[in-house]
């Protein structure tokens, strides 16, 4: 039985691990840490908590050792605390965006700022089980990709690693509010934000470098706010190299997912959910990914879907733990997602 | 372990009752029967069973015996089929209106049809643990209420039991689209029934019959289709008897839910979710209950909030069936909604 | 052609002034005042606004005289700055709650503060065409109502002029997020907003007493918000007095709103939009009224439907100014509204 | 003043250029052809022409000799109709795809069907005045563009025209619910539809093969249904051709539309709506056109929002029935949008 803390966990994929880790057959206490909340109810900040837990959220020093540790803060934050919780945590699982590049130049390219513990980049592994599942059996620091990078890598890389594409994607993104965070803004009014199709990032967003980082294909995203809370979708277009056939391409996708408790192949021909859609997983931690191809052209579209608080953060964190922890992945996940919703 | 049927299985309802059957840790065997999909695959139609199951729908001819069957039909099938489950199953749970009401005259009245087996109206145990709780533990037939009955009746049946209200209810019911089940027509398309306010029943809404027949409280409902897939809340307009004051009201609904399983008494001072909301409700069985009082008049407004496929359909169901089985209600039953969503 | 001015014109109720008055025949110059945005170009705050206006903000020092000044601001800033306004418009149309009230007593319980310029309570013509046509033709200061109260007057007046209808009106209203106004705050953010149906006034909310005082009738109202940007509907519960009958309500109605030119009659029997729904009058200037009845009881239900900043607010608004005027009420006032929408 | 006829005129296209002509100040006469509703009301389908038009439906045969005829037609209706209407009216404006490409092999691959009048498709001049304005200022015959190739156009002509991109374009695009039409289908019921990213086309959308033949750029288009009623929005990436920089790319788009009474360049630095989102254009005519250059890779990414049913519809061909007139282009369309909405 582990036990384990949040910090930031008033915001809202701190929300989603409170309620994954509360509910966690191997996890026997949760300190759930906001410097905001500290000392008020985490109900009256998650009201899906109610009758689930009368915790308190607790300060940082409230923290004493623990067996893992969930850092869910800004970006440009977890680089200036990890030594605190490194040393109060055995394992440390940071979901903010400092850790997830390897290169500091790349780093300071998206970020906009200089890497402030870039001898710990190499520390990190990559919290993609996908890719990285044994490294991750004894990963201590653990960096979670973004949501949108979570969904394009896992879409793009079963092509990448075979050699089957053209070194150059172009990645079109999707997603929900809450992506933005809980912090209230006039651009995340809802009013505003409502019925959106907002391009906040048409070049350069940052979960570009991920893909790139992780599948060897220099990439390009633009990324759009659409009417939707929870959901990232992301259309990939590569070009299939010299005589790759559509039967090379399923077969890529089948050899490494068809093992993959969170991963599923979604391509059909007919019936309303034929590609991968995020509205059915909300709360689950399915990425679903699928294809299509141009004969005309010899282009293919990649499509993946996930909830960004789930596979796309929480989810998957909880997954990374329960791979440290030896128990069955999909221990605390078996949430399948809802229809209709 | 039990082996149970969803006749009516390709529903939205029929859906639900099949996520949770499935992932319920005392069934073995769950039959999904559809006319119209028999032989097709069962997550073609409910795309969130994806790697839950692959199983395909069946015909009603291949059920035999099991220890409970769920009728999730149409309104006037179950009480035509009735004997042909009765003869194979157990325990019959009926999740149409044709047993909800006790009397052959009002059930005319409201449903526009004479009732074709009204010796059989006084077999069905109501679904409402929170009311008949001893009685489901060895009922047979159960006749679980409609989705706005259920949040009407849990709303007020506290005051009604304890005589604090005077013998007149007005309630203000709100639906999901999903309310309207799965088959396509004009009012329902995307484009019609998005953003909609929609008035279908500004009186004689057959749930007020219910909340009658169980406060014993003459009741009148508007019901109006509201911006949501899921989702149900009613608000409940009522006197309070001479004398009462809130302590009393305060009183009576914590005795009456203090230890359900399902039922949370929301009213907040302060906070974005003070009173009873559907939407951090979706995919739970939680009805969550508020009241408000207004001093200058005396009269208080009661308001609930449930899913209206979960405590108000399947879920409740299931509930119904764990109380039938002598097993803990919560099995299978666990999932405590999302925020945000 | 008059001279105008917008004070507050940053807001949602501000721009659709600026939008009407920009686009009015007989309008010669607008004035856009806003403190916090003056310098500012009116279409960054309001996109709609682009190639229809390259205006600045100004601030209020740079408005001398002009025909109308519309006041578009917080509650309890019109009572302060009546008098500044006075000096420079010979006509002051009040959108604020100040002056909707004639009773100080009855403004303090629903405000929560005294007024401090009570001497003026009488100046004010309630800005409602339907009910004071002839005193807003020579009317120098208006107060327009609340957009859930104009929802209500509207409905419920026919009725009560008459006598047809008991002395006590219980009514629920719910609103689109707008109502709400353009500032950002966590309730009203986009990933806590939608699909919201938040009981956010149970009892006791403002609108109730214009109700009131403009119909005669003892109003209780509870106001919930709903998953819409902009649109009100009121659904008000009241008793027919003995003898009445559906033929005189539907007299009552026809009489008072057959000559009006934003408010129309809808109760049909068959399709989709039987009863009034906000969806389809958005940035139209109607009020669709409409009434069903339920013969068990003798209670009736009375149903209306506005955009909230159009008849509920800046629309009416500009109705006033052009019967003022003495030009048709219609002027600048046309778009019907888009089906679908 | 013209007698026009509308064909089609219960769809969803057909409603919107009921609504446009009659509010158009040169418009006499309007036949609403429908030969389903043919004897209801008008606004019985389109509710929000109430108190706009007390008309009914007619049939085709009802309507002798007009000016204009639009036909609002099922795709493949138009080619075989074509000869009874233009029989009829002087000028014929279809907005089906029957005459939107000019080369009968490739209506037949993305169609799936031959075409059955290819000897006229010469004779129709493309609906785009930003293109083709001194040409349908004569023309009898226009065929109006698809809505996403409308966006797509209008985003990379001024740049194909000028050869600054090279010959090789993706598009990404999105639509709202109302571009599938008001019949009623499984995947369009409000459930299913709610809340979805539907890629319906990954490849071979058929408005990619007018964006390729409008602008000379060989293209690709994937196509998302979002959450939205309205609304198109297309994002375009695109490589400048070697020794383009951005300042030629800027002036190419203020060249091109500077004097466009419908194209608007939408490509700020700050603000919430910085690039063009089609949420603020429901019901107006504008294209809003932007932006953005990826430095690093020299890649441009051209984005476009419309609204699906105005200038990707019914409103451009009002645009194009005025340039035939010889009348102000913007008359009947000056609408600006709303917000927020």
Redesign the interface.
């Known amino acids: 039985m582990a036990r384990v803390a949040v910090v930031g966990a008033a915001g809202?994929i701190g929300?989603?691990l409170l309620?994954l880790l509360l509910?966690h057959p191997e996890v026997e206490a949760v300190s759930a840490v906001s410097s905001r909340f500290a000392g008020k109810r985490v109900d009256?900040v998650?009201?899906?908590?109610?009758?689930?837990t009368d915790q308190t959220f607790c300060s940082a020093d409230e923290v004493s050792d623990c067996d893992t540790v969930f850092l869910s803060l800004p970006h440009r934050s977890a680089m200036t605390q990890i030594d605190t919780w490194a040393g109060r945590a055995k394992q440390v699982i940071d979901l903010t965006g400092d850790f997830r590049l390897d290169d500091p130049g790349v780093f300071e390219q998206y970020y906009g700022t200089s890497h402030v513990a870039p001898h710990l980049l190499g520390d990190f592994v990559p919290g993609i089980p996908e890719l990285h599942r044994e490294r991750l059996r004894g990963a201590d620091r653990v960096s979670m990709p973004g949501c949108m990078a979570m969904a394009g890598i896992l879409a793009l890389h079963p092509l990448a690693v075979r050699g089957l594409v053209e070194r150059s994607a172009?990645f079109?993104a999707?997603t929900?509010?809450?992506g933005?965070g809980?912090t209230?803004?006039?651009?995340?009014?809802?009013?505003?934000?409502?019925?959106?199709?907002?391009?906040f990032a048409?070049?350069?967003h940052r979960h570009e470098a991920e893909i790139a980082r992780h599948t060897g294909i220099?990439t390009?995203m633009?990324a759009?706010g659409?009417?939707?809370?929870?959901?990232v979708?992301t259309?990939g277009?590569v070009t299939l190299c010299p005589g790759v056939d559509l039967s090379a391409v399923r077969r890529a996708f089948r050899e490494s997912y068809q093992d993959e408790p969170f991963v599923?192949l979604?391509a059909h021909r007919?019936?309303?959910?034929?590609?991968?859609?995020?509205?059915?997983?909300?709360?689950?931690n399915?990425c679903?990914v699928g294809?299509?191809?141009?004969e005309?052209?010899g282009?293919l579209?990649v499509?993946a879907?996930l909830d960004n608080l789930m596979k796309g953060g929480a989810g998957n964190a909880v997954q990374c733990m329960n791979i440290r922890m030896g128990r069955p992945e999909n221990l605390g996940l078996?949430?399948?997602?809802?229809?209709?919703?």
Request: aromatic share 6%.
């Open positions: 809202y929300g989603e309620r509910g009256g998650h009201p899906n908590l109610r009758s689930v172009r079109d999707r929900g509010s809450s933005s809980a209230a803004g006039e651009g995340n009014l809802h009013a505003e934000r409502s019925g959106a199709m907002r391009v048409p070049t350069g220099p390009m633009t759009t659409v009417e939707a809370v929870r959901g979708q259309i277009h599923r979604v007919r019936g309303t959910f034929r590609y991968p859609e995020p509205k059915i997983l909300l709360g689950s399915f679903d294809f299509a191809h141009d005309k052209t282009r579209v499509i879907a078996t949430f399948p997602g809802l229809h209709p919703i």
